[in-house]
């Protein structure tokens, strides 16, 4: 018999955020995880000088994100009315980490094409540096944002817990990593200069492997805490998941699409180094499942039941203690 | 002055919306039950409607994740409001709201909530068994109890052993 007390519209996941939201939170991960990691093999010597540009190009995806963040918006215009409440708002908080490293992540890499105009930038080195700190704390910083902001919905228990920002951080980092790995490799590619040695390549692989080992761990713990926990739609929203409406997207797009078959093709890869076709391979596999991981996310939050309906289903319980434990419903 | 709040009787709706009707012609100009501040949830199955509109809480968590500073407190009144010409329509309010309130408007692109009509409430004008009040803060929950006791005393006056009951979905937690 169908509980007559479950309002069953609480079960379906929220509709105020949608794929623009889990886009921008896709495209400010990568591009912050890629401006990095750039700077980090930069900083280790890794890159010639000459061509650092194609180390620094994750500020371009960050603002690309921001754009798509700004079409959620009900009023497009007023966007600007963000950075009214950096006290207590994190969408606001995020305006700001967002804008300084677009906006000196945008000056590095403007910087780093005097080069090729033929201007001698030796005599900056110190001011660059300087400038390289600042947009690696902030584009660390973003990475951990996109994560914090998603937490800060306390209402979406499944959502609401510090690992999301841990995942979505190392998830930044692997596809920042792949993308950088892309992107020297294409360059190389059409420039014929090779210009990055497949030594960098190479460590930036295992270091992407790694990556996606954690953030498989991580995963893992994430939802395993969020089945487990007692408050809210948490558990709903895994069953969705992992079998519910979901569960194509999550068990085909990115547990094999995301974790397994990159990890197999990497090892094969190991052994074919700079083989073009198994770079792309992994490339794209690692890139779209981890868009898909951040939609799959977004799409099964479910909001918490309002105190309305615990207190209706408290009393309809009290009434029918036979009734037993309130039925999961999956959406 | 003390302050006034909406106060709602669940046990007293009929789910007739006249509530719904009124606040979305008041502000909108049509009757679009879809635009209105106050909504009614109902339990068909059990025949219990519960008007839900905004508390006014004391630690609003709209006012927290607003990014706009359109969520915020009216000084004056105390009121929990939503300045639509400053609000962008995030809809991160709506995630925030524990009662589920604020709602976001199509046509206007904005979100919106329960504004107390300046002072004048039209749900509470138009609610004929009275589930939706306007009162003093400090009588909220006066008619309730001073029924619950008329009750009591009727079954004592009667020889009958007092109950409290659970009208809306019948059930009895309590003899005396």
Redesign the interface.
């Known amino acids: 018999m169908a509980n007559?007390?479950i309002?069953s519209r609480y079960f379906k996941p929220?509709k105020?955020?949608g794929w623009q939201v889990a886009v921008d939170l896709y495209l400010a991960g990568m591009g912050s995880g890629a401006l990095v990691i750039g700077l980090l093999v930069d900083w280790l010597g890794y890159s010639p000088y000459s061509s650092r540009t194609i180390l620094l190009w994750g500020p371009v995806l960050v603002a690309f994100g921001a754009l798509f963040l700004i079409s959620?918006?009900?009023?497009r215009r007023?966007?600007l009315?963000?950075?009214?409440?950096p006290k207590?708002?994190?969408?606001?908080r995020g305006?700001y980490i967002l804008s300084v490293c677009i906006i000196f992540g945008a000056v590095i890499l403007a910087i780093s094409l005097l080069p090729l105009l033929g201007v001698d930038i030796g005599s900056w080195s110190l001011f660059v540096r300087a400038l390289d700190m600042v947009v690696f704390i902030f584009a660390l910083a973003a990475a951990v944002y996109t994560g914090i902001l998603v937490r800060?919905?306390?209402?979406?228990s499944f959502w609401h817990t510090y690992l999301l920002p841990v995942l979505f951080t190392v998830s930044a980092l692997t596809t920042g990593a792949m993308a950088t790995v892309m992107a020297t490799y294409t360059y190389d590619l059409l420039v014929f200069n090779e210009a990055y040695s497949s030594n960098m390549r190479n460590v930036l692989m295992n270091i992407t492997q790694g990556l996606i080992l954690i953030e498989a761990i991580v995963l893992a713990l994430y939802l395993y805490t969020r089945y487990m926990a007692e408050e809210g739609q948490s558990r709903n929203s895994v069953l969705l998941l992992i079998s519910g409406r979901l569960w194509f997207v999550f068990w085909l797009g990115i547990v094999a699409s995301g974790f397994a078959l990159p990890l197999v093709l990497a090892i094969i890869y190991s052994r074919f180094s700079e083989n073009p076709i198994l770079l792309f391979a992994i490339g794209a596999l690692v890139l779209a499942s981890r868009l898909l991981l951040r939609l799959a996310i977004i799409y099964a939050g479910i909001?918490?039941q309002?105190?309305?309906?615990k207190f209706?289903e408290l009393?309809?319980y009290?009434?029918f203690p036979d009734a037993g434990p309130v039925p999961l419903r999956n959406g | 002055m003390a302050e006034k709040v909406l106060a709602i009787d669940a046990e007293k709706c009929d789910g007739c919306r006249k509530c719904e009707t009124a606040c979305s012609v008041f502000h909108t100009g049509a009757d679009n039950p879809g635009r209105s501040r106050i909504r009614i949830?109902t339990?068909d199955?059990?025949g219990?409607h519960?008007p839900?509109t905004c508390q006014s809480c004391d630690k609003p968590?709209c006012?927290?994740?607003?990014?706009?500073?359109?969520c915020h407190r009216d000084l004056k009144t105390n009121k929990v409001l939503i300045d639509k010409n400053?609000?962008?329509?995030?809809?991160?309010c709506?995630?925030?709201?524990?009662?589920?309130v604020p709602l976001?408007d199509k046509v206007?692109?904005?979100?919106v909530k329960c504004d107390f009509c300046d002072g004048e409430p039209q749900c509470v004008a138009c609610c004929e068994p009275r589930a939706i009040e306007y009162l003093d803060e400090e009588f909220v929950g006066m008619n309730r109890r001073r029924g619950v006791f008329q009750k009591f005393l009727a079954d004592y006056a009667a020889g009958q052993q007092p109950v409290f009951s659970?009208p809306?979905?019948?059930?009895e937690?309590g003899e005396i």
């Open positions: 007559p007390v309002n929220q105020e955020w959620k918006l009900g009023i007023r966007f009315n963000t950075v009214m409440n207590t708002s994190w969408l606001s305006f800060s919905v306390r209402f979406v909001k918490d309002t105190p309305w309906h209706v009393q309809y009290l009434k | 949830l339990w199955n059990i219990l519960v839900v968590f006012t927290e994740v607003c990014p706009a500073k359109a400053k609000c962008i329509g995030c809809k991160t709506i995630l925030a709201c524990p009662f589920g976001f206007e692109h904005v979100t659970y809306e979905i019948g059930a937690v």
